[in-house]
Every structure is written in C-alpha cells, then in structure tokens.
C-alpha cells in the first residue's frame, strides 16, 4: 500500500478518534498504563546505575584510591571494582615444605609490618587517611537505647566528599562531637544540638552537630566520630558494653597521592600481593583487559561460569518475563473490543470506501490507523506520565531504594524501546477487528445488515492445537525441558491463551445450543449472541483476558501461601507471649527484669510466667562476639546425613548430589522452633507446658529426676540422648579445613511425642546442667495466656520495650498469617471491574445493533421492559462465557510458573517436605467460583438497572 493512502488512512482514524473521545480515552489509558510503568522502572534502574565516575566518588570520595587490608600474610586476587567480586587466600592456607608455611616474600613482609608503614612503603608520597568502621554499640536516645555503627573518620577534611556527605549542620571539630545519620535522628527521637553517649561512655557525651550521609545506604543508624574519639574508649568487655565486637588497629584508609600520579593496575596486582584490597580511581576510569586480570583467570580455571544459570533461565527473570509479556498480551485482548465498537460503528463509512474503489488493504489500514494513532498516543502519554513521575517522586524513590541515585537518567534508545512497545500493543488490539472488517460485505454495510457466516472449523482446530501446544511446552518447559525457561513459559503460555481466543467463536456456537433450555429474555440474548459473533468474540476474549491474569495471579498467590504456611516455623504454642534478650544493648540479658515488667504492665492476664535459662559451654558470648563454643543435640551416628556429617568435606559434589537424591536419612526435615533460645535449654514443667504445650506431669517429673525432654525421637537411642560440646573456634589464622574439636556427652532422655516442629531441641534442668559442668544464663521468658493478647497490648508492650533499647526479641504466637488474602480479595475485584468494562462495551454495541428486533419486538405488543431484560442477558452472557474461558486459561501460566520455582529451589540433602512444599499448586476455588458465578450475575444486574426501559420505534429498512 503506498504512503499516501496510509497517511489518508491515519487523518481518518485522527478523526474518529476525535469523535468517540470516550472510547479513545479507554484505548489510550490501557495502552498509557504499562507504558507509565515500564518507563518509570526504567528510569529508576537506569539512574541507581551508576557510572564510573559516580562509582569512583561514591566508594573513595575525592582521594585516589580506597585501600583495605582483610589478613595480613594473605594473597588477595580481585576483579577491577573489588565491589563485584574478588577471591582471598589467606596465610593459613599457604602450601606447607617441610612442614613449614612457603611464605612468598611479599607474604612475609605483610606478616612483619604493620598494615599502615606496609602501604606507605609501597606508595611513595602517600597520604593515608584513616577510615574504621566499629562495632554496633547501644546509644542513648530521647527515651531509652538504640543500637548504632559507629564510624571514625574526619569529615571535614573535603578527601571525604561523595563518599561522606555534610546535608544539615557541620562536620565534628572537636573529640567530643558527632555527625549522625538522618535514620538515627529518626528513630532516636533527638535533634542537632541535643547529646548522646554508648553504653559505657555515659560520662562523655557527645554532641550531635550535624547529619552526615552515605549514598549507598540511608537507610543505617551511624554515628561519625573523629579519629580515635570513641571506638578506643570503648570498654573491652563487649558483654556489659553490649557491642559485638571492636576492631583493633586501622586496616582501611583513603589514599591522597602528589598531583599528577596515580594507581594503575600492575600497582593494584602488586598490592594485592601483600595482601591488600584496592579500589583506584585510575582502574575504575579506565579498566583494564580480561586478559590482564588474575582473577578472571583464576575463576576460569575454577569453572566458576560453567555453573551458572543463564540470564534467561533464572527464576526470577523467567517470572517477570512471564508476568510482563502476559499483561501486554491481556491490554491486546481487553483493548480489541474498543476497536471492534470503533470498526462497527463506522460500518457505513468503511462501505463506503469499499464501494467507491477502495480494496480491502485500505479498509484494513483505516482501522489499523485507529491503532497506530491510539497506541502512539497511549505510549507518548505513559512515556510523559513515567518520567514525570520518577522526577517529581525522585526523593522518595532514593528513599525508598535506600540510596541516592547517581543522576537522572534518560536512555533515548530504551525510551523508544518502550513507545515501540505502546505503538505495537495498540496495533495489534486493532489487527482483529481490521481483517473482519475488510472482509465484510459492501451490501451488507451499506444497509446495516449482517452477513452471517458459520464459524471456522480450521480456525478452531488451530486454537485447539495451539491451546494444548502451548500448555504443554510452558509446563514441561518451565523444568529446563525446551531450551530458555523464559522464552518456554511465556511462548507457551501466550500460544494457549491466543489459541483460547481462536476457539472463542467456535465455543460461543456451543453455548448457543443451551438456549433452548432458557426463558425467552436469556434465550435472545444467547441467540444474539451466537448470531454476531464478530462482535460477541472480542468482547469474550476481553473478559476472558481479565478474568485469566486474575485466575493465574490467584492460583500463583494461593499455591505460594500454602507453601510459606507449611514452611512455618512456630515460636511457640498458639497465644504464647515471648520475650528474648535478643542483640546489641539487651543482648547480655542484664536488662530481662526490667523487659519483663514491661510485658506484664502492657499485657492483662498473661499468667504464668515460665523463665528461659540457655545451656552454655563455656561462658555466655553472645554480646561479647568471642567464642565459646556451643551445646547441641547431636543424632546418633548411624541416623546422621553423611552430607551433614563430620565427613562431609571428603565428599565431592557428586556425592553430594546423589546422597541426596537417594539417602533417605538426608531426606528428614530437622527444624527448631523459631526462637533464639538455643537447642539445649534449661527450665522446669512451667516451661514444658507455655513453650511446648506439654502438660504431661511424667515430662515434669522426667526433668526434675536428671533427664532430657526430647521431642524428635531420632534424636534418642536406647533411652539417651548425646549432647556434643563443641570447642570454640582459635582466634587469628587457621586452616580452610579446620574444625573445632568436639566430645560428646550421654544423658538420660524421654521423648514426647506429638510436637511438630521442634526438631532436636532439648529441656534438661539446672541441676543437670551444673552435673554435666556447663553453664547456663537468663534467656528470656515464655507466657500461656488461656486467650490470644489484643492487638492493643501488643503494641503497649512493643512500645515500652522500645524506651527501653531495640534489638529486643519479642513476639505472640498467632499462627501463620497469610498475606495472600488481600491480595487475592482485590485482584478478583480488579478483574471483576475490567470484565464488566468489556462487557459493557460489548452490550452497548449489542444495545445498538438490536435495536431493530427491539423495534419488532415492540410492535408485536412486548412489554417495555423486554429492552432492559434484554440488555442484562446480554452482558451476562458475555461476562458468563469469558469467565468460563479465562478460569481455564488462567491456570497455564500459574502452574507453570510454581514448577519453575520449585525447580530452581532444589538443593543437595531437600527433605520431603519442602520438596513437596516447593512444587505445591492451590487452586482458589472459592475466589474462582466468586468470579465464575457472581461476576455474570453482576454483569445482569448491572446492565439491566442502567439500561432505559423505552423503546423508540424505528422505521424498519429494506
């Protein structure tokens, strides 16, 4: 077809356009939607992406390089941007001559010098600027403690800006003043000017004179010092600090070279040698060749690529691609009756062109002009509205993300990529109504009537085809079968819906043939229906269209909640009131009494309380970060999972993979409640009954004589239970092989039966622990309350337990909560609402074309309200047969993308259960039975209360 007819052909559909504003309004807004969405995600990620000069400023501000050091003696080999990837060999793991570490030299230095004389040694002229990032440490804040980072670096010295970044008030000038974050000022409840003191340090408090910010993370509580001003006063003892660890000496600096030099990459390989980290501007800027990189080397000959997943068959891609090319596909079925109405309505003027020399091209091309002018619109209109909106929400959106973008970012080619998108989706709504459009009768056009024509059975045979076709390659490949996962699920499932759509006027036929069961009102309608199947199909494959993507959203969300709620892990029993020291400032338990009496003030009728005590080794570390070491219960050896096993490091993956394919020992699920009071705990028959609904007096008694209550009975063999105390681990270097030596100890044990998921835990009594020579410390507490605590005294405890310190444990047994619910709830409305639209459009068009049989059937005497009845059915039988359609076509895509999860979740050793979690598909049946049953039924009612009950008698033509 030439040019000049297209652009003849694009002013007329300009102009229809213009025409029916209502209906052009509903086209562009289905095609400005996804558009608005895709755009806007593209900006997002485009703009996160820093480029390498943003990365340069955001990891070493204005210096020259970033300099770290992980172990002195190590070998270190690192990719250009150490913040991809990069492999350490430490000092421990040096091949042995006669037994004796083979030290390179560069090794040895390392080991000999002091990190900070090293690089300046091998960076004449040097400026190191020191950087240490302590521990978490509790600080005080308006109403009790928080738990903060504490960095040390001097940030006034402008080396710092990109990196650090002053955005209110200044820097600390003085030892005894502090930036902080923005995240601390909002939870801490303090203002610039105001004071806060760690824990340990509240003699010296320190002033808070600005809010400083990292880019990369706005979301951490930090707490800048200067050098030397707070992480050396810290007290030693991390277990009445309640810190974690401290960090001894400086091993990260900023380095500052004379003008004009730099750190290029053969200085990079050479630092690597001594055992340092380092990230150049010079090397970022201008990376140097794969070829020249050890480490690209060094994961070749490991075969580290040869195991990945490819890009396109990775779970999550293969679940977006899905999702994104069946919503495309669903706004193509719901946007053609838009065109079908557009088409039908200019019936006459499309006859006309026909019958004033116009071929069947050019009728064509009017109404696919209807879909290039509407979808360009639709996209430019998304396109406009996303970049907008990420401009106008930019601030919220680093927020969100949790880091600052590194400038906003508008990628032309991608930008066309996605109007492209918009023009091709309204293109391809307005394809179908544009062939049967050029395929009308001219006659039949020009006098309002339609030419009736069976439906196709090669085009049914097709669908048929094309619907099993692709049911079966998106569900045999969504397991690896067909190549590209992503390219299998999602042309699979598309084929099945497309061929869904070609049955679609061959299955209305079919539902013709029950209207002679009906009343006259739904056997009109069902017989208009089947008679016009050109408009009756679109409107169909719409509802459908809706009606599917809420089925297969349902089906995915139903089938994913059930595997998350047999995954549960219970903290407790039903209504049980938890509290646990948890980390950071309560994490050594001196604060418990005063937690307690806050729980028992906020929370009526919660009574008995049974208190916690944890079996240690050697002394309680938590707080401290040291170790020392752990008690456990162990399986006896014969029942072990070789995988699991001591001798596991002997087993090469093929092993590995075939014990867990085939020893059933490695197919046994071993959970422990999902609380931290560690796997051997101490307490009495209190404790029994709230934390493990035990009410047995024998279990009581049994505790109270020397014994274990155990409840997995793997666990017990001839009566006993084995307790393995495990050495904890040396500090400095040790071998990549070494494992802390451990014993085991027997103990009398009874097993209780009828606890699901407790796994090996054990409950001995305190007696028994100070006979086996361990220790034990107050943990926490567990509650029974006879009724489930309101949501009200939850929140008055959470709150009092906040004034007091954060990283306090605390949590009431309400069960698995699903979170699909709601979402299921609303994804059916939001379908019901887009199949009514269909179907009301499609009733319109209906209302219109009967109106002469309406006439006739005035005439004959009918009584006015046959137009509204009439018009019910219409709709009703529209929503009523694409419900039906889509409740099957919705559960291709679903199914298919549960087998794609469940086999990229298989790991060596999976126990039955999760396997059989994993692969789980629930079908919704009520929300399916709401949608398939209530939603036409709303469709009748609907219609018929908004159609006029009056018929306007028309002259009858021909």
Known sequence: ???????????????????????????????????????????????????????????????????????????????????????????????????????????????????????RRLLPGATLVPFREGPYTATSTAEGLTNVRITEADLADPVWRGRYDIVKGRAPSADHEVAVSQEFLNTSGLRIGDRTAPRGLEATPFTITGVAEYPGDLRGAVLYARPGAVLDKLPSNGARAGVTSVSEGVSHWLVKLPAGADIDWPKVVELNKYGFVATSRAVLLDPPARSEVPFYAYQDSQGSSSGRTAFFDRTAVVVLGTVVGMALLEIVLLAGPAFAVGARRSRRQLGLLAAGGGDRAQVRAVVLGGGVVLGLTGAVVGLAGGIGLVALLRTRAEESAGQRFGHFDLQPLDLLGILLIGLVTGLLAAVVPAVQASRQDVVAALTGRDNLKPPSRKLALLGLLMLGGGSALALLG??????????AVLGGSAIAELGMVALTPYLVGLFGRIGRWLPLGPRLALRDSVRHRGRTAPAVAAVMAAVAGSVAVGVYVASSDEEHRREYVAAGPANAVILASGWGAASDGSMLSQQRGAVQNSVPGLGVRADVQRVNYLGDCRASGQSCGRVSTVLPEERQCPIWGKGRRSLNQEDIAR?????????????????SFGAVQSGDATLLRNLYSVTDPAAGQAVAAGKAVVFDERYVKDGKVALELTEPYPDGPMDADFEPASRTVTLDAVFVGGQSNVGGTAVVSAETVHRLGLTSSDA?????????????????????????????????????????DLISLGLTAFA???????????????????????????????????????????????AAMGALLGAVAGIVPAVALRKVEAAGAVYPGMSVQEETARGIVVFPWLNIGVTVVVLPLLAVALAALLTRSRISLLRRSG
């Open 832 to 878: 019901g609402l887009v199949a009514l639209g269909a179907a009301g459009i499609a009733t319109g068009l209906a209302a219109a074309d009967s109106q002469r049989d309406l006439t006739t059937l005035a005439a004959v005497g009918a009584a006015p309200r046959i137009r509204r009845t009439l018009s019910g059915f219409q709709c009703g039988v529209i």
């Open 659 to 675: 014990l867990g394919r085939e020893d059933p020992r490695c197919k046994e699920r071993a959970i422990t409640r999902g609380n």
């Open 1 to 119: 077809m030439k040019l000049s007819s297209w652009r003849v052909a694009l002013r007329i559909a300009r102009r229809d356009a213009l025409r029916a504003k209502g209906r052009s309004a509903l086209v562009v807004a289905m095609v400005a939607l996804p558009v608005l969405g895709v755009a806007g995600a593209d900006v997002v990620f485009r703009s996160a992406d820093l480029d390498p000069g943003e990365k340069v400023v955001r990891a070493m501000g204005r210096s020259a390089a970033e300099l770290r050091i992980l172990d002195r003696g190590a070998v270190v080999l690192q990719a250009p941007d150490p913040a991809e990837d990069f492999h350490i060999t430490d000092a421990s793991e040096t091949k042995k001559e006669n037994g004796q570490p083979a030290y390179t030299p560069e090794q040895r230095l390392s080991l000999d010098t002091e990190p900070a004389d090293l690089a």
């Open 780 to 820: 926490g507490s567990v509650w029974l309350p006879d009724t489930a605590p309101t949501d009200g005294a939850e929140q008055r405890a959470r709150a009092a337990l906040a004034k007091l310190s954060d990283g306090i444990e605390f949590d009431i047994e309400r069960g698995y909560r699903s979170p699909g």
């Open 478 to 487: 969504a397991t690896g079968g067909f190549g590209s996962r992503s390219l």
